[in-house]
């Protein structure tokens, strides 16, 4: 389909940007905030930093808001640190840690910025995961104490609602993210067990927030994206649908339908690592509505028929990451797609196709909650970052956007990564992907300055112009 007009974005749309807690708050044991499985990690990639400092935005939220108000944002899409609120997880509350994302939330709003908050960004309290982690049902009540203390406390002032960031990566990709370290002994039956935990608690977090405020959205923020077929050979299509189903559709399904994906849960019933459910968890499950389905996006997968050997697995599109399953998928690189300096592959057509994808299967509004490009930038003499690169990434996503709007999907905003550069989850600080250049090296904190790249200027055009031109 060609397209010869600007669609349409729907009035007052989300034009926003993001960052998460950990990798950007720094102030890591400040006013009784308790230690993460972030905070505990030790292992960082050789030559890149820890999270202890970041980009030390819990000490300068208000010049960070500033400069986010001076870009123009309608929102903000920001993680809360669940042990700033409650410490050790599950035990007593935290009023500085409260009072922290008080200010930083009237601040917002003081910039006309809307608040949108994730609950919880691949922070587990550490105190909780040496009590079993998500693998303890304990946990699933943990989590909806918190949900409740925060919609308690900001209910009043924040109206859209994340869950969990990014589930479906952390049971996939789980010791990358630093959620289940290397050693930690979990099998595939304890992820997907822990998993379902986490479904359940997301569940139970939706009905709360439907019951405590009305007025309020709530909604699930997997990774989700279009898995292509190799080829046209049927097998190379069932690779693919198998791999969406199991990557996608497992997390979707069940956070919208109160229901497995059938073709997810066959995979894990005949490899024997299906999850228990309690009494009670069905009727949890069916119970949860989402009112949007919030999505962070990057690239896509390419995908061919399994050869039933070890070559199945070891794709790897990232520094670190190998995917594919002996005898369910082999994941090959797209002949038709560029990769960026990480080499991950870059497809702006892909987000327009997963917009699709996502609308067609569930008709509810899309939140766009990541987005962008990780890059080496360099600060030249003058205070000028020339990401050029970067608004190239964004233009053409931004446009595909614009298309699945045209296309019938309903938008409700989007929210690159991120609002300011920050420490990469497992990359370090000299990965950026920031509107505000932060100047800081992996162990040379410098001062920190915050200077406006090019991409600043440029993301406060299409902001002001609703959108960027077609082709
Ligand atoms: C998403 C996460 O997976 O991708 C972010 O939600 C993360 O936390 C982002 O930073 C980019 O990945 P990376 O590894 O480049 O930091």
């Known amino acids: 389909m060609n397209d010869i007009d600007l669609p349409r974005l729907r009035p007052g749309f989300l034009w926003g940007a993001s960052t998460s807690a950990y990798q950007v708050e720094g102030g890591w044991d400040a006013d009784g905030k308790g230690p993460s499985v972030q905070d505990a990690r030790t292992d960082h990639p050789e030559g890149t930093t820890d999270f202890k400092v970041a980009s030390d935005h819990f000490h300068r939220y208000a010049e960070d808001v500033a400069l986010l108000a001076e870009l123009g944002l309608k929102a903000y899409r920001f993680s809360i640190a669940w042990t ?43 105190a909780l995961q040496d009590k079993g982690g998500w693998g303890s049902r304990a946990t699933i009540d943990a989590f909806v104490r918190y949900a409740g203390i925060l919609f308690r406390e900001y209910g009043g002032k924040v109206r859209h609602w994340l869950t969990i960031n990014e589930q479906n990566m952390m049971i996939l990709h789980g010791a990358t993210i630093g959620v289940s370290g290397e050693g930690s002994g979990d099998t595939q039956r304890d992820l997907y067990q822990q998993n379902h935990h986490m479904l359940v608690a997301q569940a139970r977090a939706m009905a709360l927030c439907h019951e405590l405020l009305p007025q309020a959205k709530i909604g699930p923020a997997p990774n989700i994206v279009s898995v292509y077929p190799a080829s046209s050979a049927p097998e190379d299509v069932l690779a693919a649908a198998d791999f969406s189903a199991i990557r996608n559709w497992l997390y979707l399904d069940v956070a919208v339908h109160g229901r497995y994906n059938p073709t997810a849960w066959s ?21 949860a509505r989402p009112d949007f389905i919030a999505f962070n996006y990057y690239f896509t997968h390419t995908v061919a028929a399994p050869t039933g050997s070890s070559a199945d697995v070891g794709h790897t599109g990232d520094a ?30 892909g987000f327009r196709a997963t917009f699709r994808e996502i609308y067609d299967r569930y008709r509810l509004p899309l939140l766009v909650t990541e987005n962008g490009l990780g890059a080496f930038d360099t600060l030249e003499d003058g205070d000028v970052v020339r990401d050029d690169y970067r608004v190239e990434y964004l233009a053409e996503h931004i446009r595909q956007m614009q298309l699945a709007a045209g296309d019938g999907v309903d938008i409700l905003g989007y929210c690159p990564w991120s609002a300011i550069d920050l420490v990469s989850t497992h990359q370090g600080a000299a990965k950026r992907y920031g ?32 959108g960027v031109p077609l082709p």
Not at 321 to 337: C, D, K, T, Y
Not at 439 to 458: A, I
């Open 435 to 466: 509107f505000v250049y932060v100047d800081r090296d992996e162990f040379d904190l410098k001062e920190l300055r915050r200077v406006r790249k090019d991409s600043f200027f440029w993301y406060q055009e299409v902001i002001a112009r609703n």
């Open 267 to 287: 995979y894990l019933v005949k490899r024997g690592i299906a999850p228990v459910f309690a009494e009670g968890d069905q009727t949890a499950l069916a119970a």
């Open 84 to 126: 700033r609120i409650v410490p050790d997880g599950d035990g007593p509350e935290n009023a500085a840690g409260i009072a922290f994302y008080h200010r930083l939330i009237d601040e917002l709003l003081a910039h006309g910025i809307e608040p949108i908050v994730t609950m919880y960004h691949f922070d587990l309290p550490q």
């Open 320 to 349: 670190g990451i190998s995917i594919g399953e002996v005898g369910v998928f082999r994941a090959v690189r797209n002949p038709h797609l560029k990769t960026n300096a990480f080499g991950w592959e870059v497809d702006p057509v």
